[in-house]
């Protein structure tokens, strides 16, 4: 019988909640310990880490999951890779839901770097406004810098 791990905590993920539901699927939602509120699920959820691949094998084996599908944000590259290998481990069906990426554009101003460092190491000297897209953990990059004026969209 099938039975889904839908590894959340993106707006598809709860998208694809609702459809598994809709669908008599059995399934069960799975947040990061980090996600602070929430959106319900109308699948039976869990909050927390697995405690690495080794717990995500033995919660996989106990909840006789069949399926895993990889819904989550794509900064949460450690989950993914967890994901990867438990299912490896246990001959387990993975399908990674990956958001589109951005496509340069006629007028775009894009600069290629390789990391957060040297995305800071590419501001200006001088105080500039900055926008920043990127997860929290990635701001530590951006503190040597701190005459920029940073407007922030934190995930």
Excluded at 29 to 36: D, I
Excluded at 119 to 130: D, E, H, M, T
């Amino acid at each position: 019988m099938t039975r889904v791990l839908l590894l959340g905590g993106t707006s598809g993920a709860s998208q694809l909640a609702q459809a598994l539901h809709r669908t008599g699927v059995p399934a069960v939602f799975s947040y990061a310990g980090v996600t602070q509120a929430p959106v319900e699920q109308p699948l039976p959820t869990r909050t927390g880490g697995f405690g690495g691949v080794q717990g995500l094998v033995q919660f996989m084996r106990s909840e006789r999951i069949t399926h895993v599908v990889d819904a989550t944000h794509p900064f949460a590259a450690q989950m993914s890779g967890n994901a990867c290998a438990a299912c490896e481990a246990t001959g387990t069906a993975l399908l990674a839901l990956e958001r589109a990426p951005w496509v340069a554009q006629a007028g775009d101003r894009w600069i290629d770097v390789p990391d957060m460092d040297r995305a800071a190491a590419a501001l200006p000297q001088q105080p500039a406004r900055v926008f920043l897209a990127v997860g929290r953990k990635q701001l530590a990059a951006f503190a040597q810098q701190p005459w920029h004026h940073y407007l922030l969209r934190l995930v």
